[in-house]
């Protein structure tokens, strides 16, 4: 079965410092990646995917991350932050022989601080 | 536009009432989900639909119950056997491994 470590549960950064959000998988077959946030009140937004392809992932908002299969790790990161970031985000698995249901990480809050 | 649409936003419940929560999607995706978000918590699966007419129990079914007569459609019913229903309900439809989220239904028991 799979599962998702998101190692932090809450992250305060000053506005305009680099930020890196962890997430460790475990899956014994090959994965699919994802990176979701979440403003309050609100349903999840997509920022980010991995298929297959480049290890590296560019997605909306300035955000990237990138897939590390022998650490089982795709750290979600941002040269700079936005006080308009502050928000809570969530890595999810689906494995390839699963469909495509997603399993969720506990989620990270990113707290900008002006 | 095409999308998810969830409703109602908001919901109160008196205990041991049966609630519907609305989900309805014009994405034409095959596979629905519903998940349960609890303050500080990730989320967490409570059934899903591959096609019409069928659906499975997630991870924490119990006290819920669904539906799938439509494509569309994925109707959520929170019974009085949930212990504890308050909660931020999420649903979700999906094609090729990427899912699309609604804006949420936040259900009260008062």
């Known amino acids: 079965a799979q599962s998702v470590t998101q190692l932090d549960s809450q992250v305060p950064v000053f506005e305009e410092a680099p930020v890196e959000l962890r997430c460790n998988y475990s899956s014994s077959v090959s994965v699919y990646l994802f990176w979701y946030v979440q403003y309050p009140n609100q349903g999840l937004q997509l920022l980010l995917k991995y298929l297959s392809g480049s290890t590296l992932v560019k997605g909306i908002n300035g955000f990237e991350a990138e897939f590390n299969k022998s650490q089982t790790s795709f750290h979600l990161r941002k040269p700079s932050v936005h006080i308009s970031d502050t928000a809570e985000y969530f890595c999810?698995?689906?494995?390839?022989?699963?469909?495509?249901?997603?399993?969720f990480g506990g989620g990270t809050r990113l707290m900008v601080k002006p | 536009d095409g999308g998810i649409t969830q409703s109602p936003k908001y919901l109160f419940r008196k205990e041991g009432q049966n609630v519907t929560l609305s989900c309805e999607q014009n994405?034409?995706?095959?596979?629905m989900y519903w998940y349960r978000q609890d303050p500080g918590q990730g989320l967490r699966l409570i059934y899903y639909?591959?096609?019409?007419?069928?659906?499975q129990k997630g991870d924490i079914a119990e006290g819920y119950s669904v539906s799938r007569e439509k494509k569309e459609s994925f109707p959520l019913t929170v019974t009085s056997a949930q212990k504890n229903p308050t909660a931020f309900y999420l649903c979700?439809?999906?094609?090729?491994?990427?899912?699309?989220f609604g804006q949420g239904t936040r259900l009260t028991v008062v």
């Open positions: 999810a698995v689906s494995e390839g022989n699963a469909g495509n249901m997603l399993t």
């Open positions: 639909s591959q096609i019409v007419n069928d659906f």
């Open positions: 979700a439809s999906s094609r090729a491994a990427e899912a699309f």
């Open positions: 994405l034409n995706h095959d596979a």
